[in-house]
């Protein structure tokens, strides 16, 4: 039996969009058969692109909640619907009946499954492995470096292709492991780690120090952010150590939809003082 959709990607029936999409980024890129080569990742690859095929869309996802897999299977009665293995093109289905949520007589193109490697070209704007290798196996790779900033904000980066130098625009949101295909060429992403950013998604992660008194009497200090200018932020008295302050669409675009930007967090930290002299631990002691 089909395992739940939901349960597949790991996230609750109620998941927001940007929650299915992060569970899938993550998922899809974990289980790649380029990347995993264990025995029965390309199986839970399709399957991770199965689900996200449906709960991406909101037409089939309504679909889904309402009459499970069988609103998916040809087999399930008036249901219909398509699955890896009979893929004959798109079909339309029309309640026949009474308690249809989107009007009487309303017809809805739920389409076949994808290919799952096609899903994943889309979803991360660019071809990697797989059904799309037979396309472009014919094409050369190059590996081209950037550093976190540059993948985060896009980058215009002149290139040497066997001698040729070109001039390739990188679209902003790229991650680690990605691959570009241009007319000509490819080209692999390898994004170098950064001191200060750490991502997770398109969600970007910075720590903060603070000292102890900031802590405690609060203060405004300044923060990194990805458009290289600092941010001041205020830290209200009292601030605890591990405290995580968000900033909403601070984070970085999604690479193939520039609208949608995760946030960043601030994990503020607090220092504790290691080497007090016996005047300074009196007056601890007294607060």
Do not use: C
């Not at 970007?204 to 200090?221: F, R, T």
Request: glycine share 10%.
């Amino acid at each position: 039996m089909k395992r739940d959709y939901y349960e597949v990607l790991g996230v609750r029936k109620g998941a927001s969009k940007e929650e299915i999409k992060s569970a899938y980024r993550k998922l899809a890129l974990q289980y790649h058969p380029d990347r995993n080569k264990e025995p029965g990742a390309e199986d839970k690859f399709k399957e991770i692109n199965e689900a996200y095929e449906i709960l991406s869309n909101e037409q089939k996802r309504s679909a889904y909640d309402q009459f499970g897999h069988a609103a998916f299977d040809p087999n399930a009665g008036g249901f219909g619907g398509h699955t890896y293995s009979s893929q004959n093109g798109p079909f339309t289905y029309t309640w026949s009946s009474g308690g249809n949520p989107f009007g009487e007589n309303a017809n809805f193109d739920f389409g076949g499954f994808s290919n799952p490697f096609d899903i994943f070209e889309q979803f991360f704007g660019g071809s990697f492995g797989g059904a799309s290798r037979q396309r472009t196996a014919r094409l050369p790779t190059y590996k081209i470096e950037l550093t976190f900033l540059e993948a985060a904000n896009g980058v215009e980066k002149e290139v040497n292709l066997n001698g040729q130098r070109k001039t390739v625009k990188i679209p902003a949101g790229v991650d680690d492991g990605q691959r570009i295909r241009f007319s000509d060429f490819i080209l692999y992403i390898d994004v170098l780690p950064d001191n200060t950013f750490k991502r997770d998604g398109n969600d970007v992660y910075v720590n903060v120090n603070l000292s102890l008194k900031q802590a405690i009497l609060g203060d405004e200090i300044a923060v990194p952010t990805l458009d290289r200018q600092p941010l001041k932020i205020k830290v209200k008295p009292g601030t605890q150590p591990n405290t995580l302050v968000r900033l909403r669409g601070q984070g970085i675009p999604d690479v193939s939809n520039n609208r949608y930007r995760g946030d960043l967090y601030i994990r503020l930290m607090v220092e504790i003082p290691t080497h007090l002299n016996s005047r300074q631990k009196e007056i601890i002691k007294e607060l």
